[in-house]
């Protein structure tokens, strides 16, 4: 199993082409998608413990990126947002940083950073699954 990602992307060719790079480089499993604010929140919200990644653009058809940002803020401490944009200008890296977002990437620029990212945090989840599993197969003391 790969790293659960959910994808916030309104351009179809994008993401399309993102969650292809992302599942064949990275081996990350999409778990969700959406194109509008109200699609992102709502699954965020309905589904709090079934991904491990969001990836969010900023600029939707309905909505804003920064609005599925604030839900994500009460994540649980393994669960990682990114943002991949095409303005990821200093003032949008620092109010990403201010909604606690834990990277962000430049679509014209840093898909190659974020297939990086992707692989570091999809090797993080697996060792933290395998421990987690040698853990959960201890035998207790009777």
């Known amino acids: 199993m790969g790293l659960r990602t959910y994808i916030v992307e309104d351009n179809v060719t994008i993401r399309e082409n993102l969650i292809g790079t992302l599942e064949e480089l990275a081996r990350i499993q999409t778990v969700g998608i959406a194109e509008t604010e109200n699609e992102g929140r709502h699954w965020l919200e309905h589904h709090p413990e079934m991904w491990d990644l969001a990836i969010v653009d900023l600029f939707l058809k309905q909505g804003s990126g920064l ?15 990114a943002v991949l944009s095409n303005y990821a200008t200093p003032d949008i890296r620092t109010r990403c940083a201010q909604l606690g977002v834990d990277a962000v990437f430049d679509k014209s620029n840093e898909i190659d950073a974020l297939v990086d990212y992707c692989i570091q945090h999809s090797v993080r989840a697996s060792a933290d699954a395998a421990s987690a599993t040698t853990a959960d197969a201890r035998p207790t003391a009777g």
């Open 67 to 81: 609005g599925i940002l604030a839900a994500c803020k009460q994540r649980l401490p393994h669960q990682k947002v």
